[in-house]
């Protein structure tokens, strides 16, 4: 059921909300009428599509684009549960005050391993400007001739000074070996991808390797796979093509 939200004046100012398009400005601000009290709502992007841009034709193949843009700067959180796409706004409470707010019917977010094991000053502190991580600081890993394949994919990938490498190193360690060489074998595709694309802003490298989004650009780097293992990746992947996850086609 549609709410009656407020908007803070301050939000066209917002940096990240100039990073993204203006059709992806505006499916956040719209987004605020029908997410729940907790800030969250299912993403299916043909019904987010009919609900909120009922006039416009184009919207249907578009929702996927403007959600992914507003992923990438942390906007909502795009998740799944039980095969349905759901999403949350980030820091929902800070852009909304609500009285006597209802629980949500709607599954939260997977916890993510670091906050399962996060103490509870640990799980409060701010992260800083809505970015995960705790900076580049490579004193937070621990030297390991074992991870020189990690050191490999984090040269590699696109990183920026926002990102965490003991969170990125502690993802890679629950990769298979074989999903490890399609991350590292993804990451041309990847980096191909945001040249062509200069609003693009990469995924934290964290995120790359939890989430599994390698798949989302692996070609050469799925034959290190079994036949089981691409079918099941590959349905996965077209799974989250259709939420507008991934930027490119799997392969």
Request: proline letters at 7%.
């Amino acid at each position: 059921m549609a709410r009656i939200r407020t908007i803070k004046p301050e939000l066209p100012q917002s940096e990240s909300m100039g990073r993204v398009s203006r059709d992806a400005r505006l499916l956040f601000v719209m987004l605020f009428t029908i997410v729940d009290d907790e800030g969250r709502a299912r993403a299916a992007t043909r019904m987010l599509a009919s609900l909120l841009f009922p006039y416009d034709d184009d919207a249907k193949a578009k929702v996927a684009e403007w959600l992914a843009e507003l992923e990438q700067e942390n906007c909502v959180e795009l998740y799944e549960v039980d095969g349905n796409a759901y999403l949350r706004i980030a820091s929902w409470l800070a852009h909304q005050r609500i009285d006597k707010p209802s629980r949500s019917r709607l599954p939260p977010p997977p916890a993510r391993p670091d906050e399962l094991s996060a103490s509870p000053r640990e799980a409060s502190a701010p992260e800083g400007n809505g970015v995960e991580g705790n900076g580049p600081d490579s004193s937070d890993v621990p030297s390991d001739p074992c991870d020189q394949d990690f050191e490999i994919f984090w040269k590699e990938y696109p990183t920026d000074a926002l990102m965490s490498k003991k969170r990125a190193l502690e993802q890679w360690e629950k990769l298979s070996q074989a999903e490890r060489g399609a991350a590292r074998q993804a990451i041309p595709a990847f980096k191909d991808y945001c040249r062509k694309h200069p609003t693009y802003r990469p995924v934290h490298a964290e995120r790359f390797l939890s989430q599994k989004r390698f798949e989302g650009f692996a070609s050469t780097a799925t034959a290190a796979l079994s036949a089981t293992e691409i079918e099941a990746n590959k349905d996965r992947a077209d799974r989250l093509m259709r939420r507008g996850k991934y930027a490119v086609s799997y392969q």
